[in-house]
C-alpha cells in the first residue's frame, strides 16, 4: 500500500518561503516519477513540479518557474519543494504524487496521491 504523507504547509507572507516534504512508503519510490500538485478553492487541480525517477529533469508550471524548486532524496523516499517569492496567488492545498509505473520521465495521468497540505500566503 503506497503511502504519501505531506508535511511543511502553513502560513506565510508575500515574499517568504517555504518547504514541502512528501514522505513515501509501500513503493519503490526511486523508480517512479514524482511531482507536486495544488489545488486553490474552487479551482481545479494544477501541476506545480514534477521530477522524473533519476531526478535528472524537472518539470515546472509557468507560474512557478523561477520561484519554486523540486528534489528528491531517494535514499530517504521524500520528495521536497523549496518555494521562495511566495505570492497570495500559490495559496492552495498542495498535493504530493507518485506515479504507478515505474521508469517514467513523466508524471502519468493517474498517480497516488497524498492527504495535501495547506500553504497560505497572506498579502
Known amino acids: 500500500q503506497v503511502q504519501l504523507v505531506e508535511s511543511g504547509g502553513g502560513l506565510v507572507q508575500a515574499g517568504g518561503s517555504l518547504r514541502l516534504s512528501c514522505a513515501a512508503s509501500g513503493s519503490t519510490f526511486s523508480r517512479h516519477a514524482v511531482g507536486w500538485f495544488r489545488q486553490a478553492p474552487g479551482k481545479e487541480r494544477e501541476s506545480v513540479a514534477a521530477i522524473s525517477w533519476r531526478g535528472g529533469r524537472t518539470y515546472y508550471a509557468d507560474s512557478v518557474k523561477g520561484r519554486f524548486t523540486i528534489s528528491r532524496d531517494n535514499a530517504k523516499n521524500t520528495l521536497f519543494l523549496q518555494m521562495n517569492g511566495l505570492k497570495p496567488e500559490d495559496t492552495a492545498v498542495y498535493y504530493c504524487?507518485?506515479?504507478?509505473?515505474?521508469?517514467?520521465?513523466?508524471?502519468?495521468?493517474?498517480?497516488?496521491w497524498g492527504q495535501g497540505t495547506q500553504v497560505t500566503v497572506s498579502s
Open positions: 504524487a507518485e506515479n504507478k509505473n515505474a521508469y517514467n520521465d513523466y508524471m502519468d495521468p493517474n498517480p497516488y
